[in-house]
């Protein structure tokens, strides 16, 4: 009996190892299916927008988090299989935000031996400084980052700037504005700026936020917390979260519809009078009526009218 049990013992390390190999072998199988997945969408949407041309200047803004490590790591990707030439160049605004690990992304783009730039500007005391306690920072702490960035753009000759917002960032966003702002708009895949000087890109439009936070996970990329500023996120941005969550989980295809939605608007449908002439709208009976389906099944009940001047003052009201 003892040795049977020395047997088993024995064999114990080897079935370890082939059920550890096994389940790597999972792994990397499942890693690869999602960066395909993720490498295909992304191509699609710079293909559907034309995001990238011959000899662009793509400034990858870099914030540390998950989407624009993701953004950075599959255009690098791409760029060695795409059919034009492009230049990528990894860009990092250091807010100077109190704990802010300014360590960890040069690091990083070292490893990588990528063109980089840190942008060192005190936003943070601006913000500070200007906001009441307690208030949202997001908003002016956004500006000052744009026009920081735009500026940087120029300076380093970018032809375009990429930015990590996916598809969820941008349905939100849709949602977020009709809620709180009475407006139908979102984040359009590529800007031009209001004063038409830089171009921006959204290279993870067609992609969904879980699936970043899985290949994120699988990379192991070294993630910037992004509460240093001491700001709760926007609590109206995180309510249409979850609700998009609960709708996703109900019937799951749903954020894939609402984006599809904003690829598919009919201004005549809609109300707004800046974008369609509803009041030039004139009727058009010129042409033989085509019939009306099952046309042949209707029946009429009701009481004509007795002469055709009041059917015209009937229409004419």
């Known amino acids: 009996m003892s040795s049977h049990t020395e047997?088993?013992?024995?064999?114990?390390?080897?079935?370890?190892?082939?059920?550890?190999?096994?389940?790597?072998?999972?792994?990397?199988?499942?890693?690869?299916?999602?960066?395909?997945?993720?490498?295909?969408?992304?191509?699609?949407?710079?293909?559907?927008?034309n995001m990238i041309e011959e000899g662009d200047r793509i400034m990858v803004c870099l914030s540390g988090g998950k989407d624009?490590?993701?953004?950075?790591?599959?255009?690098?990707?791409?760029?060695?299989?795409?059919?034009?030439n492009f230049e990528l160049v990894a860009v990092n605004m250091d807010q100077k935000q109190p704990g802010f690990p300014e360590h960890v992304l040069p690091e990083y783009l070292d490893q990588l031996g990528i063109e980089y730039y840190i942008i060192n500007r005190d936003t943070y005391s601006v913000v500070k400084e200007k906001i009441p306690e307690g208030a949202t920072t997001c908003g002016l702490c956004s500006r000052l980052r744009r026009g920081t960035l735009y500026s940087f753009a120029e300076d380093i000759k970018a032809t375009k700037i990429a930015l990590g917002h996916h598809r969820d960032d941008i349905v939100e966003t849709l949602f977020l504005n009709?809620?709180?702002?009475?407006?139908l708009?979102?984040?359009?895949?590529?800007?031009?700026?209001?004063?038409?000087?830089?171009?921006?890109?959204?290279?993870?439009?067609?992609?969904?936020?879980k699936d970043i936070i899985a290949f994120a996970n699988f990379k192991e990329f070294p993630i910037?917390?992004?509460?240093l500023c001491g700001s709760q996120e926007n609590?109206?941005?995180?309510?249409?979260?979850?609700?998009?969550?609960?709708?996703?989980?109900?019937q799951p295809g749903r954020i894939e519809h609402i984006?599809?939605?904003?690829?598919?608007?009919?201004?005549?449908?809609?109300?707004?009078?800046s974008l369609f002439d509803f009041k030039?709208?004139?009727?058009?009976?010129?042409?033989?009526?085509?019939?009306?389906?099952?046309a042949d099944d209707q029946t009429v009940d009701g009481k004509p009218a007795r002469d055709a001047v009041k059917m015209v003052n009937i229409v004419n009201l």
């Open 235 to 250: 609590l109206q941005r995180q309510n249409i979260k979850l609700m998009l969550k609960d709708w996703d989980r109900q």
């Open 68 to 84: 624009s490590y993701t953004m950075l790591d599959i255009l690098m990707s791409l760029q060695k299989s795409a059919p034009v």
């Open 259 to 273: 984006f599809n939605s904003m690829q598919n608007i009919k201004l005549s449908q809609m109300a707004d009078t």
């Open 280 to 294: 030039s709208l004139q009727l058009d009976r010129s042409t033989e009526r085509k019939e009306y389906e099952f």
């Open 224 to 227: 910037i917390p992004c509460n």
């Open 178 to 183: 009709m809620f709180y702002g009475s407006r």
């Open 185 to 209: 708009s979102g984040m359009p895949p590529k800007l031009l700026s209001d004063d038409g000087r830089n171009i921006v890109i959204r290279p993870l439009s067609y992609c969904r936020e």
């Open 7 to 49: 047997s088993a013992s024995h064999n114990e390390p080897d079935r370890k190892a082939e059920l550890t190999a096994e389940q790597a072998k999972k792994q990397k199988t499942k890693f690869n299916k999602l960066q395909k997945k993720l490498r295909r969408e992304v191509g699609k949407a710079i293909a559907d927008y």
